[in-house]
T-cell receptor, first 114, second 114 residues
Framework: AQKVTQAQTEISVVEKEDVTLDCVYE???????LFWYKQPPSGELVFLIR??????QNEISGRYSWNFQKSTSSFNFTITASQVVDSAVYFC???????????FGKGTRLHILP | ETGVTQTPRHLVMGMTNKKSLKCEQH?????MYWYKQSAKKPLELMFV???????ENNSVPSRFSPECPNSSHLFLHLHTLQPEDSALYLC?????????????FGQGTRLTVV
């Protein structure tokens, strides 16, 4: 069975600090996709990134970076120089090719304090 | 303006009422989804439609009845709901229903059953 664990329920950091959101996944499939979504207070989930299981290259997009480590089944997300607008709930998700379902973690609520 | 629009944004209904949630996507996508987001629970996929055909029904109670009249519109008809059905209901769309396709979400309907 597939599972996504976001152990950090809630994190608070002061603006301009760096923060890392952890995501650990479980699957026996070799072909799968991992996602990160952001849910601001307005409610909609905003797609941030998708990674397939064959691409372990880390990615950087502006202040956002992602560290995919198959050896530890982790797909962590780092925000550098955090801003108040980064305050949101962040979800990690897993989707395997064999199964049409997408499994979301419980989310991490991130508070960036001014 | 979001590409996925949900109405109403808030809904309060009694357990004997019948109501419908509406979702419209302006992105030309072929797949649409209903998700339920409850407090302290992971996001749950309820229904998936691909090219107006239902392809996934995750053991959702029959008091929730989806309808997809065309690829741009998705409804969720509600009747005789229970208080535990109170949640944020999110609609999403994607280019297709293939695994690994990123989804675009609406802002949700906050449903309260009294």
């Amino acid at each position: 069975a597939q599972k996504v664990t976001q152990a950090q329920t809630e994190i608070s950091v002061v603006e301009k600090e760096d923060v890392t959101l952890d995501c650990v996944y479980e699957t026996r499939d070799t072909t799968y996709y991992l996602f990160w979504y952001k849910q601001p207070p307005s409610g909609e989930l905003v797609f941030l990134i998708r990674r397939n299981s064959f691409d372990e290259q880390n990615e950087i997009s502006g202040r956002y970076s992602w560290n995919f480590q198959k050896s530890t089944s982790s797909f962590n997300f780092t925000i550098t120089a955090s801003q108040v607008v980064d305050s949101a709930v962040y979800f990690c998700a897993l989707s395997v090719v064999r199964d049409d379902k997408i499994i979301f973690g419980k989310g991490t609520r991130l508070h960036i304090l001014p | 303006e979001t590409g996925v629009t949900q109405t109403p944004r808030h809904l309060v209904m009694g357990m004997t009422n019948k109501k419908s949630l509406k979702c419209e996507q302006h992105l030309g996508h072929n797949a649409m989804y209903w998700y339920k987001q409850s407090a302290k629970k992971p996001l749950e996929l309820m229904f998936v439609y691909s090219l107006e055909e239902r392809v996934e029904n995750n053991s959702v109670p029959s008091r929730f009845s989806p309808e997809c009249p065309n690829s741009s519109h998705l409804f969720l008809h509600l009747h005789t709901l229970q208080p535990e059905d109170s949640a944020l209901y999110l609609c999403a769309s994607s280019q297709d229903a293939l695994v690994g396709t990123e989804a675009f979400f609406g802002q949700g309907t906050r449903l309260t059953v009294v």
